[in-house]
């Protein structure tokens, strides 16, 4: 069995029982839906595209598509500095503000992280933190930090 195999039937298996959990509520009809059947056709969707994808690996495994174990390339330095800025985030939105923080930590992943040059940074990292802001405190109504502001 290769990873493909296994994660297409741990998927099956979580497809079918969302579908199955969600026949305990009512389906209704498409028409008129209860609250069961988004949950059906998910789970059922789900089912059926990791069957898809086991059938898919099966016929690759021929091909030598074998086990690799995970978390074998894994760069953890990387994963360590996306944490630490995390707790940065957390630690300072409320003392700087969702926009100033946003647009720092940001900046922040796309030097340390995904090395870009700084018009990209700056310019990434403006409309990334207004298009949020847009987004969530003047269409979505949310309260955001203000922080300094």
């Not at 209704?28 to 089912?47: E, R």
């Not at 059938?55 to 021929?62: E, M, N, P, Q, S």
């Amino acid at each position: 069995m290769n990873n493909d195999q296994a994660s297409s039937g741990a998927f099956f298996i979580i497809g079918l029982a969302i579908a199955f959990g969600a026949v305990r509520y009512k389906l209704g009809t498409f028409s008129a839906p209860d609250s069961g059947l988004m949950p059906f056709l998910v789970g059922t969707a789900i089912s059926l595209l990791a069957g898809i994808g086991f059938v898919h690996a099966t016929l690759g495994k021929r091909k030598g598509v074998g086990w690799t174990p995970l978390l074998e390339k894994l760069r953890w330095e990387r994963v360590l500095i996306v944490l630490a800025a995390l707790v940065a985030y957390i630690l300072l939105v409320k003392t700087l503000g969702f926009l100033i923080c946003t647009a720092l930590f940001i900046g922040f992943l796309l030097k340390a992280v995904v090395p870009q040059r700084w018009p990209t940074v700056f310019a990434v990292s403006l409309i990334t933190a207004l298009a949020s802001y847009g987004i969530f405190e003047l269409w979505l109504k949310a309260q955001l930090p203000r922080g300094i502001f």
